[in-house]
Protein backbone atom coordinates (compact mmCIF):
# COMPACT_ATOMS: atom_id res chain seq x y z
CA UNK A 1 0.00 0.00 0.00
CA UNK A 2 2.64 2.27 0.75
CA UNK A 3 4.12 1.71 -2.58
CA UNK A 4 0.96 2.42 -4.47
CA UNK A 5 0.74 6.03 -3.04
CA UNK A 6 4.65 7.01 -3.45
CA UNK A 7 3.46 5.97 -7.09
CA UNK A 8 0.54 8.02 -7.53
CA UNK A 9 2.83 10.75 -6.30
CA UNK A 10 5.34 10.14 -9.60
CA UNK A 11 4.04 12.24 -12.23
CA UNK A 12 5.31 13.24 -16.44
CA UNK A 13 6.51 16.41 -18.13
CA UNK A 14 8.80 18.82 -20.23
CA UNK A 15 9.82 22.27 -21.16
CA UNK A 16 12.33 24.64 -19.85
CA UNK A 17 11.83 28.44 -20.35
CA UNK A 18 14.18 31.60 -19.61
CA UNK A 19 14.02 33.49 -16.01
CA UNK A 20 11.41 30.29 -15.00
CA UNK A 21 14.43 28.70 -12.81
CA UNK A 22 14.17 31.70 -10.98
CA UNK A 23 10.64 31.08 -9.12
CA UNK A 24 12.06 27.55 -7.66
CA UNK A 25 14.97 29.48 -6.74
CA UNK A 26 12.98 31.87 -4.69
CA UNK A 27 11.00 29.12 -3.20
CA UNK A 28 14.36 27.67 -2.58
CA UNK A 29 15.67 30.51 -0.76
CA UNK A 30 12.55 30.73 1.35
CA UNK A 31 13.56 28.18 3.14
CA UNK A 32 17.27 28.35 3.58
CA UNK A 33 17.20 28.95 7.16
CA UNK A 34 15.53 25.29 7.76
CA UNK A 35 18.75 22.96 8.28
CA UNK A 36 16.25 20.03 10.34
CA UNK A 37 13.10 19.61 11.59
CA UNK A 38 10.58 17.26 13.32
CA UNK A 39 6.84 17.20 13.53
CA UNK A 40 3.91 15.13 14.34
CA UNK A 41 2.10 14.39 11.23
CA UNK A 42 -1.64 12.62 11.07
CA UNK A 43 -3.10 11.37 7.74
CA UNK A 44 -6.43 10.87 7.88
CA UNK A 45 -8.60 9.02 4.64
CA UNK A 46 -11.55 9.75 3.20
CA UNK A 47 -11.32 7.44 -0.03
CA UNK A 48 -14.04 4.97 -1.73
CA UNK A 49 -13.57 1.24 -0.61
CA UNK A 50 -11.03 2.03 2.01
CA UNK A 51 -11.16 1.99 5.33
CA UNK A 52 -8.76 2.90 8.37
CA UNK A 53 -8.30 4.92 11.07
CA UNK A 54 -6.22 8.06 11.29
CA UNK A 55 -2.74 7.56 11.24
CA UNK A 56 0.32 9.25 13.36
CA UNK A 57 3.72 8.98 12.75
CA UNK A 58 6.91 11.56 13.79
CA UNK A 59 8.56 12.63 10.83
CA UNK A 60 12.21 13.89 11.20
CA UNK A 61 14.08 15.63 8.42
CA UNK A 62 17.79 16.79 8.08
CA UNK A 63 19.03 18.86 4.67
CA UNK A 64 19.56 17.65 2.09
CA UNK A 65 17.25 14.94 1.75
CA UNK A 66 17.51 12.90 4.97
CA UNK A 67 14.03 11.29 6.39
CA UNK A 68 12.90 9.51 8.69
CA UNK A 69 8.99 8.31 10.14
CA UNK A 70 8.84 6.93 13.19
CA UNK A 71 5.55 5.26 13.80
CA UNK A 72 3.94 2.59 16.09
CA UNK A 73 1.80 1.11 13.39
CA UNK A 74 0.93 1.14 10.18
CA UNK A 75 1.85 4.33 8.17
CA UNK A 76 0.48 5.77 5.09
CA UNK A 77 1.69 8.94 3.32
CA UNK A 78 1.51 10.56 -0.42
CA UNK A 79 5.47 11.05 -0.16
CA UNK A 80 5.80 13.02 -3.55
CA UNK A 81 3.93 15.76 -1.66
CA UNK A 82 3.16 14.33 2.10
CA UNK A 83 7.18 14.51 3.23
CA UNK A 84 7.74 17.88 2.91
CA UNK A 85 11.28 18.61 1.98
CA UNK A 86 12.09 22.55 1.99
CA UNK A 87 14.84 21.06 -0.82
CA UNK A 88 12.97 18.96 -2.85
CA UNK A 89 11.99 21.30 -6.00
CA UNK A 90 15.96 22.37 -6.45
CA UNK A 91 16.19 24.72 -9.82
CA UNK A 92 19.40 22.82 -10.70
CA UNK A 93 17.11 18.87 -11.19
CA UNK A 94 14.67 20.73 -13.45
CA UNK A 95 13.82 21.94 -16.57
CA UNK A 96 10.98 24.68 -15.96
CA UNK A 97 7.83 25.84 -18.18
CA UNK A 98 5.34 28.16 -17.82
CA UNK A 99 2.49 27.13 -17.59
CA UNK A 100 0.52 30.75 -16.59
CA UNK A 101 -0.38 33.35 -14.11
CA UNK A 102 -3.00 33.09 -12.10
CA UNK A 103 -4.32 34.69 -8.65
CA UNK A 104 -4.95 32.72 -5.44
CA UNK A 105 -6.47 33.73 -2.34
CA UNK A 106 -6.03 37.79 -3.61
CA UNK A 107 -2.09 36.81 -4.02
CA UNK A 108 -0.37 36.54 -7.17
CA UNK A 109 0.74 33.12 -8.63
CA UNK A 110 2.48 31.30 -11.32
CA UNK A 111 1.62 28.00 -12.64
CA UNK A 112 4.58 25.92 -13.96
CA UNK A 113 5.60 22.68 -15.39
CA UNK A 114 8.98 20.75 -14.13
CA UNK A 115 10.70 17.77 -15.44
CA UNK A 116 13.27 15.74 -14.19
CA UNK A 117 16.96 16.32 -15.75
CA UNK A 118 16.90 13.36 -14.37
CA UNK A 119 17.01 10.71 -17.59
CA UNK A 120 15.47 7.98 -15.66
CA UNK A 121 12.62 9.81 -14.41
CA UNK A 122 12.18 12.56 -17.27
CA UNK A 123 8.66 10.84 -17.51
CA UNK A 124 7.13 12.41 -14.36
CA UNK A 125 5.81 15.63 -14.43
CA UNK A 126 4.80 18.13 -11.94
CA UNK A 127 2.70 20.72 -12.04
CA UNK A 128 3.03 23.95 -9.14
CA UNK A 129 1.58 26.70 -8.14
CA UNK A 130 3.77 29.32 -6.75
CA UNK A 131 2.98 32.37 -4.43
CA UNK A 132 4.63 35.00 -5.81
CA UNK A 133 4.34 37.45 -2.57
CA UNK A 134 5.73 34.85 -0.07
CA UNK A 135 7.26 31.98 -2.63
CA UNK A 136 5.12 29.57 -1.68
CA UNK A 137 4.12 26.15 -3.31
CA UNK A 138 0.14 26.51 -2.75
CA UNK A 139 -0.73 23.50 -5.03
CA UNK A 140 0.96 20.29 -6.40
CA UNK A 141 -0.66 18.16 -9.06
CA UNK A 142 -0.45 15.88 -12.17
CA UNK A 143 -0.73 17.25 -15.48
CA UNK A 144 -3.81 16.66 -17.00
CA UNK A 145 -2.67 14.85 -20.11
CA UNK A 146 -1.82 11.64 -17.66
CA UNK A 147 -5.37 10.54 -17.50
CA UNK A 148 -5.35 10.53 -13.59
CA UNK A 149 -6.18 13.54 -10.99
CA UNK A 150 -3.84 14.17 -7.98
CA UNK A 151 -4.31 17.52 -6.92
CA UNK A 152 -2.73 18.99 -3.14
CA UNK A 153 -3.38 21.72 -2.21
CA UNK A 154 -1.18 23.46 0.91
CA UNK A 155 -2.04 25.55 4.11
CA UNK A 156 0.77 27.09 6.05
CA UNK A 157 1.29 28.33 9.51
CA UNK A 158 3.91 30.09 11.46
CA UNK A 159 6.20 27.73 13.15
CA UNK A 160 9.24 29.47 15.30
CA UNK A 161 9.63 32.49 12.45
CA UNK A 162 9.57 30.18 9.56
CA UNK A 163 6.31 28.94 7.36
CA UNK A 164 5.87 25.88 6.68
CA UNK A 165 2.57 22.95 6.36
CA UNK A 166 0.05 23.00 8.85
CA UNK A 167 -2.24 21.27 6.67
CA UNK A 168 -2.36 19.23 3.17
CA UNK A 169 -5.41 18.18 1.85
CA UNK A 170 -4.89 15.46 -1.08
CA UNK A 171 -7.68 15.11 -3.75
CA UNK A 172 -7.24 11.76 -5.45
CA UNK A 173 -9.19 10.01 -8.63
CA UNK A 174 -6.74 7.48 -10.33
CA UNK A 175 -8.06 4.08 -12.00
CA UNK A 176 -5.91 0.88 -12.45
CA UNK A 177 -5.91 1.73 -16.39
CA UNK A 178 -3.71 4.43 -15.51
CA UNK A 179 -1.59 3.27 -11.92
CA UNK A 180 -0.88 -0.16 -11.11
CA UNK A 181 -2.99 -0.45 -7.74
CA UNK A 182 -1.71 -3.68 -6.14
CA UNK A 183 -4.23 -5.02 -3.51
CA UNK A 184 -3.78 -4.01 0.37
CA UNK A 185 -4.09 -6.98 2.50
CA UNK A 186 -6.20 -10.21 3.39
CA UNK A 187 -8.86 -7.99 4.88
CA UNK A 188 -9.17 -5.88 1.54
CA UNK A 189 -10.75 -6.51 -1.79
CA UNK A 190 -8.81 -5.64 -4.97
CA UNK A 191 -9.14 -1.74 -5.49
CA UNK A 192 -9.62 -1.02 -9.51
CA UNK A 193 -9.50 2.89 -8.52
CA UNK A 194 -8.99 5.41 -5.83
CA UNK A 195 -11.15 8.14 -6.00
CA UNK A 196 -11.58 9.80 -2.40
CA UNK A 197 -9.17 12.78 -0.53
CA UNK A 198 -6.50 12.39 1.70
CA UNK A 199 -5.47 15.02 5.05
CA UNK A 200 -2.48 15.57 6.57
CA UNK A 201 -2.00 17.62 9.55
CA UNK A 202 1.10 18.71 10.57
CA UNK A 203 1.92 19.92 14.24
CA UNK A 204 4.52 20.37 17.19
CA UNK A 205 7.49 21.47 14.55
CA UNK A 206 10.49 21.60 16.37
CA UNK A 207 13.10 23.26 14.07
CA UNK A 208 17.08 23.49 13.66
CA UNK A 209 17.62 21.51 16.67
CA UNK A 210 21.00 19.62 15.49
CA UNK A 211 19.52 16.31 14.42
CA UNK A 212 21.91 13.62 14.56
CA UNK A 213 23.03 11.80 11.32
CA UNK A 214 22.57 8.14 13.98
CA UNK A 215 19.02 9.40 13.78
CA UNK A 216 18.18 8.62 10.08
CA UNK A 217 20.47 5.39 10.08
CA UNK A 218 19.21 1.46 9.19
CA UNK A 219 15.32 2.61 10.86
CA UNK A 220 13.62 0.94 7.53
CA UNK A 221 10.89 -0.74 9.94
CA UNK A 222 9.59 2.26 11.95
CA UNK A 223 7.29 2.63 9.04
Avoid at 71 to 84: A, C, Y
Amino acid sequence: MVGLFVAMFLFITGGSQPNTVSYLQNVLNHFSGIKDYTVDVRVHFDVRDFQAPDMEATVYYKEPDKVRIKSKGLFILPRQVGLFNPRQFNPNDYDVRLIDTLTLNADPCVRVSLTPKNERRKDREIILTIDKKDWLVREISTPPSQGKNVTARITYGSFNGFELPSEMNVDIDVNKANVNIPEIGRDHKPMNSISGSVQIYYSNYEINTGLSDKIFENHGADR
